[in-house]
């Protein structure tokens, strides 16, 4: 076991302390003095010196280190805190150090210095550290969890949650798997066959989830027996030999009334009057198709058709030309404003004189370098704004050319447009002097009223002849509906009255999977019920484990709940009384036991720290380093006892 023993501990303005110095040669002590005479300030200088906090684990942010003045506030800004150990750690001397100071500095044109924080030095053996490096040593040591677990009689009852200390305990008690603690008891056999090789959490999962599924089955089958029964009554109550001939009734009419609505379409009259308008429309279109030909060939005007739309094209094209022009116009413009500012820009820049000859802060001349320095700074910050000025400036006279070249070619191309259109519009004036009259062919306009007065009249009977069939038509469609509704209907019934050997077969399916999942949760329900023991089983099994540990401290794991369940819990106590309510004495005695305890399985033998050991006549025994911090009024200063 690693044995851990503080041979001298020096405080140097630490806390209440500035300068206290215990030479403890490895032994037990006992510290006395009154209340707030710096006893508990020991225990708080060394977790400060190993990791950087107190005795309750607040960090140098959340507590005051340096001693205080009656205002409450540090007396000496420029003192050094500092504390040194030295430690036997199996025979091996080792000494540690760690100091903090307060950094304060003037700033450039004030006499007034601020304080900017506070920085710390870490020696081991008298050899300066880095902090990770400083860091590491102690872990080599003693990790810091063990120690506070090791050097505090109420850091494990009190201090650690609930689940931190089941976690330590169990890490200590190694409990045995859930197989070989149902092996100890024939009742859970069965438990352990079923479970096979899953855990038994998730084993109780799957039971739990099969459960819901069987009490599902089991639940609605007397619901939906119910139901089938009802419907194949329902069924055996039809009248099917009626039903079917209703059917063919009813498919018979339906079948009648298709026949009479094909004949009415396939109505010859109106056949002959479509086929007349038909060859009427067709004379029509040849009459008009011929009197176009023969207008075609009178005169010039197909010729001055295309001149028209070549000029409206020509025109469209001078046009397009010249909203480019307009465009590029504004463009050009934008360019030429621009160019004109970055002028401006490089004049201003051209006329910058140094002006910054003396501090901004305290209006002192520079010094020549100083001077040196700022005029070259300030004149490449010159030279960097002219050449930015005069980089954009050429970048904007480039795309200017561009904009003048391109307004040069659209200029050519409204003028060529302008040339075409001017030679267009003369060769169509030139056309149109030289038209002639064009005239329709002879008779053309007395066949076409003829055609027309004919079209007319046979629209008419049309018209007339469907109206009639239309609502003839509407009559037998909508009874031929009504009848296709009729006839699903019958067939739907007819086809309830065949289910009713296919009802009672699944009726006889409900029953039989209704009995099976009764039998599936009785089984179930027995295997929740043993498992349920196994846990009070367990529960009891890992107490008597880890309680076995220790000689005073018994640690209750579980908790009977309301429900009969059991809650995982971890509560010290001390001849069945909670560790909150049994007296001083017996809190400090309980949590060396769990140290004694604690200590040989870590490996760990560490100084302990006895606050208010005042209040335990009779310690129980421990091999360790026992510092007691014992309150003593008569004590103004505080008085070290050593034990030989």
């Not at 006992?30 to 684990?57: E, P, Q, R, V």
């Not at 799957?206 to 069924?235: H, N, V, Y």
Request: net charge negative; charged share 30%; proline share 2%.
């Amino acid at each position: 076991m690693k044995s851990i023993r503080i041979n001298r501990l020096c405080l140097e303005n630490f806390k209440c302390h500035q300068l206290l110095e215990l030479d403890l040669r490895g032994r037990s002590a006992s510290i006395y003095g009154d209340n707030a005479a710096g006893k508990t300030s020991i225990y708080d200088a060394l977790t400060w010196l190993l990791f950087g906090k107190d005795s309750k684990g607040n960090g140098e942010k959340n507590i005051d280190l340096k001693p205080l003045g009656p205002d409450g506030q540090v007396a000496d800004h420029q003192a050094i805190t500092a504390v040194e150990a030295e430690l036997d750690v199996d025979g091996q001397i080792t000494t540690l150090r760690r100091t903090l100071r307060e950094v304060w500095s003037a700033k450039r044109g004030s006499g007034q210095e601020t304080f900017d924080g506070n920085t710390s030095e870490y020696f081991v053996d008298g050899v300066p550290q880095k902090k990770y490096g400083y860091d590491a040593k102690i872990r080599e040591i003693v990790p810091e969890d063990v120690f506070r677990l090791l050097t505090s009689v109420s850091y494990f009852a009190r201090d650690m949650g609930w689940q931190d200390r089941r976690a330590a305990l169990f890490g200590i008690a190694a409990p045995a798997p859930d197989t070989e603690i149902m092996a100890t008891d024939a009742r859970f056999a069965p438990l352990a066959a079923a479970a096979g090789s899953l855990p038994l959490a998730d084993y109780k999962r799957k039971l739990q989830a099969d459960r819901k599924k069987f009490m599902g089955a089991k639940t609605d089958a007397p619901a939906r027996i119910s139901e089938l029964q009802a419907l194949a009554e329902q069924c055996r109550a039809m009248d099917c030999g009626g039903l079917q001939m209703e059917l063919e009734e009813a498919t018979a009419r339906k079948a009648e009334l298709e026949r009479e609505l094909a004949e009415m379409r396939g109505s010859s009259l109106l056949a002959t009057k479509q086929a007349e308008m038909k060859e009427a429309q067709a004379e029509l279109r040849v009459l008009e198709s011929e009197n176009s030909s023969y207008r075609a060939a009178q005169g010039n005007h197909n010729q001055i058709a295309q001149l028209k739309r070549a000029l409206d094209a020509a025109q469209e094209s001078y046009n397009a030309s010249r909203y480019h022009r307009r465009q590029l116009d504004g463009d050009m413009g934008n360019l030429a404003a621009d160019i004109d500012r970055c002028r401006e820009e490089w004049a201003r820049w051209n006329n910058d004189v140094f002006t910054g000859g003396s501090c901004p802060t305290c209006g002192q001349t520079l010094p020549r370098e100083a001077l040196e320095r700022a005029k070259s700074k300030h004149q490449e910050r010159v030279d960097q704004g002219k050449a930015g000025a005069i980089e954009r400036s050429n970048r904007l006279k480039g795309r200017l050319e561009k904009c003048q070249a391109e307004s040069a070619k659209v200029d050519a191309e409204m003028q060529a447009a302008q040339d075409k259109y001017n030679q267009l519009k003369a060769e169509l004036e030139g056309a149109q002097s030289e038209a002639v009259a064009i005239e329709d062919m002879p008779g053309y306009a007395v066949q076409k009223h003829d055609l027309r007065e004919r079209i007319n009249m046979l629209s008419g009977q049309l018209y007339s002849i469907e109206g009639n069939m239309a609502a003839t038509t509407a009559s037998i469609k909508s009874s031929i509906q009504d009848l296709e509704r009729k006839i699903r209907t019958l067939n739907e019934q007819l086809a309830k009255g065949g289910m009713v050997p296919d009802l009672e077969s699944r009726i006889a399916d409900l029953r039989k999977q209704a009995s099976n999942a009764a039998e599936r949760l009785e089984e179930i329900d027995r295997q929740l019920w043993l498992m349920e023991e196994f846990v009070r089983y367990k529960a009891s099994f890992l107490e008597g484990s880890v309680n076995g540990l220790f000689r005073l401290a018994r640690f209750r794991l579980f908790r009977q709940q309301a429900n009969g369940g059991l809650e995982e819990r971890c509560d010290v106590t001390y001849g069945g009384v909670p560790y909150a309510s049994i007296n001083s004495g017996a809190q400090i005695n309980v949590g060396i036991d769990i140290i004694n305890t604690m200590s040989r399985a870590h490996g760990v033998s560490a100084p302990l720290f006895m606050d208010n050991a005042e209040s335990v006549t009779r310690l129980e025994s421990m091999d360790a380093q026992v510092i007691r911090l014992v309150v003593s009024e008569c004590d103004k200063e505080l008085r070290c006892e050593y034990e030989n």
